[in-house]
């Protein structure tokens, strides 16, 4: 099915498709030497091959982790009626979690976003078995296939007739870790959406060598799923007071991260790559810290909130 991404400053559409289809997009680039060409047939055959198998593999270790361990979910239970009241949210998370992303959160049927490269299309067929929508953007190799994302999930929220939630990683795919870009702040602006912040944890993790610490969670475990909001931005507020949200956010999903390790690790330490100096502001008794008069009450929104079904 094809989304438009619109260009803000020129107001050009341009058509492109989601997940998988975006592949078969072919590219405005053709390599002239024959080796270069052979090489290019060789990468797409492979990563096609991994973009088969990974899916099941995956989907069969997320199955025996969930199985054999103590899994406390409170965040998709708490996701559900929010869709039902609003039609639409916006999940921000720490890309550390983002290996079970597509598993943890499949009662939802998320939209969410992966790469335009290689990566990006064993990433996407993943979701996909997961019953994600996927939106493809970000970091390429091959100018032809960037674009601007944002504007095109901006439109399929605002247009769709059922229930759409985002779900994205907002320290990205390349970091600093545990710092909030504000993109997706910027969408739920624009389609008055709520915002939920969610982390899934693990008691016996595999943490690998990377930028962010990817944790892979190990059988037999204990896991946790913890959803906190909703916290709105206002359709009105200027460039200046949407950095004022995105900074309260970053601290608030920084909380939640740190509410996690001490519930499963028994640890008041903040994580590696936590800023200098950080200390907890939430209490034991209270969960997040509001900015807007309406966050945090969910069964009292803000007069502008969102309302179910297609909306400019």
Known sequence: MPTSSVDAARGSVEVAPLGSAFDAVPSTRRAKRPWRRLRGWLTWHLVGLVAAVWPIVYMAYCWLVWHTSRVVDGANPTLAPVLARHGRAVCLLWHQEVFTVAWAYRPTRPHTLASAGDLGRVVTRMLERCGYVVFRGGSSSRASRRRAVL?????????????????????????????????????????????????????????????????????????????????????????????????????????????????????????????????????????????????????????????????R
């Open 151 to 311: 504007p095109a999930m901006i439109r399929r929220m605002r247009d769709q007739a059922g229930p759409v939630l985002y779900g994205v990683t907002v320290d990205g795919s390349r970091g600093p870790a545990y710092r909030l870009k504000g993109g997706m702040l910027a969408v739920a602006r624009a389609c008055r959406a709520p915002v939920y912040l969610v982390r899934t944890w693990y008691h016996r993790r595999v943490e690998l060598p990377t930028w962010d610490r990817t944790a892979i969670p190990l059988p037999f475990n204990q896991v946790e799923l913890l959803a906190v909001g909703p916290y709105w931005i206002p359709p009105d507020c200027t460039a200046a007071e949407l950095e004022q949200h995105r900074e309260h956010l970053e601290r608030e999903l920084q909380e939640l991260c740190a509410l996690s390790r001490r519930r499963l690790d028994g640890t008041d330490a903040p994580p590696p790559g936590f800023p200098e100096g950080w200390r907890p502001r939430w209490t034991a008794d209270r969960r997040g810290l509001p900015f807007d008069p309406h966050d945090l009450r969910p069964d009292d929104p803000p007069p502008w909130a969102s309302a179910p079904g297609p909306q």
